[in-house]
């Protein structure tokens, strides 16, 4: 029997679309063998079996690629009648990291290959009484809402007592379904946090480091609290709304409670609880939830490289969710060039390489590609946008892990999707250089760093640029190194040659010995002389003299995470005369990090992007690879 042969998409009767909880429920009769239970839902999900959770969480997905869970239950039936509950979350609005489409959610419970529960109208459901469906308050654009929860409306619904359900309704979408590519994240104990600071108005409290996971706490008497989080404090207070943000939820207290969100997952070292009426919290914290791996072995480094690499190595361990997230406090996002940076760490931090889930991010990120080419800025995505270089990075990305883990299937399969990016591009060849895109929708970011950031989502001037030459060049090289791997004829020789010499003549400075920008933007910066370097664009003797320039620190620098272009650069120039200079300013740079235990977005810190800079960030961890590579 295949997937769901005898299953319907279901959902609530109920004309809210956005922010909507909902609550399914059946009887199952077991007979006390081994039984699975397969889901998908749009949105998330929380399984109970008799009352006690089994599963949450839905991998991200689209309607042409939609994940199911196959989840063992067997452990938490027994011979007889069993309560069977589901809460579904519907998010109903497009952000960086979920594209909206119908609610619905459809499942099976089958026992030893015997199906004992199909989704379809005999099913009963209702908006949830205790999650306030609507509630809309958005975290951030990235990350969509938070919650409000009110535990005096609770019943023991997932025991079959609650009241007010109906026959479930089915809803006709038409899917794709797809297996969960790698496994369900785990779970810890919980950690509680202490009470640092206490007003009349809150109580500030302290993880002691920061952590990723599921908020816990213990409540009693009657009225709303309001719990903030976040990654510091300022002015001994934790920044609930940083710029355009909010990051809060509302927990209503009922008599002595406890209670566990399993869907929305928080990132925070500092939690802040205001209160109301007799209102009180009794302890709060995390529940880590994390995705299992071993790391390898780092005791060839020590002093204060040891505690970097730990540092390191540790955000990349929390940067991992159901896929590699950007920075999970204000974003949860899968990026295509911040995951290469933290795939290709993550190839060198852990035991076997972690191959299966770079696989599996590569594969997601490649379903997000639209009809224009280009892949969305991130994945899954409703945005309209893409960041047209961060395409370039996936194909360099995917050559990388075909030849670290000697996989090419991944390429055979999305030969087309990397083959459709590089039209997108030569397409828009002029005088045998590529252009910018330059209509709204498109955001030609190279880098944090000044001229380099791009013009967000609005219409750009046309032109080209060192950069993007570059990047196309490396996206070709890749390409034609992938199709090499297959057996399988590379059709754009030539292309790359050509696109350096026209760039060579466009934008290197013979005056200086060093590349421009571009046409309108005369700057040197590391960037774009570096990433010349890795092109090819210039002579052996000529990258010699740009990586004096990139060494002694005379050009506009980097940040953080493009670094790796500066450091690769200075490797292939001279690895052993630049070593030095690479791990000086590796230590400069993170030392300051120590202290929070994690490595950040920049090295302006938590004062960045108008007081929301991250500090624990992904795409920062890539000492973990250059203290690998300079062994």
Known sequence: MSVFEKSKFIWINDTESVDTYAEFYAKIQIAG??????????????????????????????????????????????TGANDFALLCWHFGEDTSRYKTFDAGVIFEVIEDGRLVLASDESIVARKSRAYVSGFKRRISPQLGFSFKYDSSSEDAWTLGCGEGFESAICVDKKCTFFPRPIKKLSLGEPVWARAILKTEKSTVYDLGREYVGLITLEAQGEGVANISYGECLENNSVKRTPDWHDFSLDYVCSGEKSYTNYMLRLACRYLEISTQDSAKIKRVGIIPQYFETKRRDFSFLSGIDAQIYEICARTLELCMMEHYVDCPWREQCLYAFDSRNQMLCGYYAFEGGNFEYARACLRLLSESQRPDGLLAICSPCGVNLAIPSFSLHFINSLCEYSEYSGDISLFEEKKECVRAILDAFLSKMQDGLPRRYTDEGFWNFYDWSPCLSGDFGRAQPNGTDTILCSLIILALDSYERLCALAGLPFELDGVADTIRANAKRAFFDTESSLFSVSDEVKDKVELANALAILAGICTDDEARVICDSLSNDALTPCSLSMKCFKYDALIKCDKEKYKGAILGEIRKAYEKMIETGTVWETEVGASDFGNAGSLCHGWSSIPIYYYNALK
């Open 33 to 78: 063998k081994p039984a699975i239970c397969n889901i998908s839902v749009d949105g998330d999900y929380s399984l109970f079996i008799n009352g006690t959770l089994v599963a949450s969480n839905q991998y991200g997905d689209y309607e042409h690629y939609k994940v199911y869970d196959t989840i063992d239950i067997s452990n938490f039936i027994h």
